[in-house]
């Protein structure tokens, strides 16, 4: 039915629906609409003639999210959501807590001899940080992701780190994300930053992989995730950690011309703390401990050849994926949440 408004799913999600030849765009969310155009058009009318359809104007609150558009910046929230679980979930109240994980919690797996603890509801709490973690509260999504790995055998310790996250949001209620609209003739610049935590999973010893995209200095994508196999160097857990960070650098790069947002004449730049893997990505020749590595991820060098990214070393004491890769004290902790909340 969308043809007949010339509006075809785009690539990059289904649920983006784009309209090339008069730039307009629709999001859809089972029955949440978000309509962006350029300019007044009958498409609220034409929908109206099929359901029954209540036009909300410029978005305030969506899916949870709370907007707050102030001359040319918006705001992305979610503090009701974020109040609302910890309601249920903390409903005797809070302590202050600096980090949502400590370094010194040591998540394992759960001891034969330890009593088993509620699935449903732990599952049920994950679930709902996730949410938040994904949308606009990136400083909890590691600890999330390692409290993750339980979700079909836990125990009470488990249970009491997510209590611990709840107790760090409740003091971090009003973090904010702002994004900047690009002035005229301004082109944007996309930055990816990746890391990797070698062999911190201390119940299987996988490493983590992490990247954040930064489009004109704001965060638009991010993520944190156990990688699948097993790597046997810090170097190895990096490689794939930034051949990771390329694939999403590659779906940014996709959205961004659907929704018709001119890419940059300078490509974009992959942010690593690694010298050595920085090293292997332009060589091509793989010898020593580096020779078992699965073939998927010399996509990373594939795009690299094709020059889709410039290459670039940076401080790990400056790399942003610090954030999603380790748990931090509170200092540290702090200074990264800078890149991400106004």
């Known amino acids: ?6 509006l075809f799913p785009s690539r990059p999600h289904p649920a983006l629906y784009v309209n090339h030849q008069s730039g307009e765009f629709l999001g859809v969310h089972v029955d949440d ?3 962006v155009a350029k300019s007044e058009n009958q498409f609220t009318k034409w929908l109206g003639s099929y359901f029954t359809v209540h036009d909300l104007g410029r978005p305030q609150h969506l899916l949870s999210i709370e907007l707050e558009w102030i001359a040319s910046t918006v705001t992305l929230a979610q503090v009701a959501y974020v109040s609302c679980i910890l309601r249920k979930y903390l409903p005797s109240g809070t302590k202050r807590l600096a980090s949502p994980l400590s370094p010194s919690e040591r998540p394992l797996k759960r001891d034969e001899l330890e009593p088993s603890a509620d699935l449903q509801e732990y599952q049920s709490a994950i679930g709902s940080l996730l949410y938040a973690a994904l949308i606009t509260r990136p400083d909890i999504l590691f600890a999330v992701c390692c409290l993750s790995q339980f979700l079909s055998d836990l125990s009470e310790s488990h249970i009491q780190m997510v209590k611990n996250i709840f107790h760090y949001l409740a003091h971090m209620v009003n973090f904010k994300l702002t994004y900047h609209q690009q002035k005229k003739h301004q082109e944007g610049q996309l930055s990816v930053y990746s890391d990797a935590s ?7 010893r996988h490493s983590f992989s992490s990247s954040v995209t930064f489009y004109t200095s704001c965060a638009i994508a991010w993520f944190s995730a156990k990688q699948g196999v097993v790597a046997l160097s810090t170097m190895e857990s990096e490689y794939i950690a930034q051949t990771l960070a390329a694939q999403s650098l590659a779906w ?6 659907e929704l018709q947002i001119s890419s ?8 690593g703390d690694n010298i050595i893997s920085h090293f292997r990505t332009p060589n091509a020749t793989l010898h020593g401990p580096s020779k078992h590595m699965d073939v998927r991820y010399h996509y990373l060098r594939e795009q690299y050849e094709h020059c889709r990214f410039e ?7 400056e790399n942003p994926t610090d954030l999603f890769t380790n748990a931090l004290p509170r200092n540290r902790l702090s200074y990264l949440c800078s890149y991400f909340f106004a």
């Open 264 to 271: 940059p004449s300078t490509k974009p730049i992959l942010y």
């Open 1 to 6: 039915m969308l043809q007949q408004q010339a």
């Open 252 to 257: 940014v790069q996709g959205l961004l011309h």
């Open 311 to 317: 290459l670039e070393f940076l401080s790990g004491k």
């Open 33 to 35: 609409l978000l309509w």
């Open 198 to 204: 070698y062999a911190n999973s201390l119940s299987d």
